[in-house]
């Protein structure tokens, strides 16, 4: 079955750069989409379609991709932004889209 | 708004049956899938299928299809997940979310608890 790979955790210190890596066979051909879960809240999208930001959303998150990797990156990390994130994709190799998504990872704001 | 609102926790006991509830407003409940996520404690997202409420078109994830069933009543915008026998392992949070390739937005979540 098709997997997504992320890293369990990222530490960084406030007003740094965190970069959450998210590692898929299919990427190259599916789009990738990015959740914030805050203890005890549902999530959140944060990121769609590699790259696109919803509105609401503060300017220092923004996703990229490059092959069969996909990446969130946070600028000037604020104490807010400690949660989990995760990635989610589609694998569309079968009769119909299953929905897949990583395994989260921790971003810990030290 | 969009918004999904899900119905209240649960404490059920292993091999009783359960419907939760998921209830849209804001936007024409009938022209988007609606999909459900479990998320067990201190685990991660899984994705377990979704209904399309137009024509209640359902698919399944492999690792939930014949584990529960999934409905929605349009009349009434509303969403459903059930389990016929319950389990101890089906302890868990489950989040409903309007899905187009995205899941956008989600429901606060239903706190099941199984346990005799």
Known sequence: SYELTQPPSVSVSPGQTARITCSGD??????????QQKPGQA???VIYKDSERPSGIPERFSGSSSGTTVTLTISGVQAEDEADYYCQSADSSGTYPNWVFGGGTKLTVL | EVQLV?????????GESLKISCKGSGYSF?????????QMPGKGLEWMGII?????DTR????????????????????YLQWSSLKASDTAMYYCARVTAWFDPWGQGTLVTVSS
Do not use: H, N
């Not at chain 1, 051909?29 to 990015?34: D, L, R, S």
């Not at chain 2, 899900?6 to 292993?14: D, L, Y």
């Open chain 2, 30 to 38: 009938t022209s988007y899938w609606i999909g459900w996520v479990r």
């Open chain 2, 6 to 14: 899900q119905s209240g926790a649960e404490v059920k006991k292993p």
């Open chain 1, 26 to 35: 299919a990427l190259p051909k599916q789009y990738a989409y990015w959740y």
């Open chain 2, 60 to 79: 399944y994830s492999p690792s939930f299809q014949g584990q529960v069933t999934i409905s929605a009543d349009k009349s009434i915008s509303t969403a």
């Open chain 2, 52 to 56: 399309y409420p137009g024509d209640s």
């Open chain 1, 43 to 45: 999530p959140v999208l």
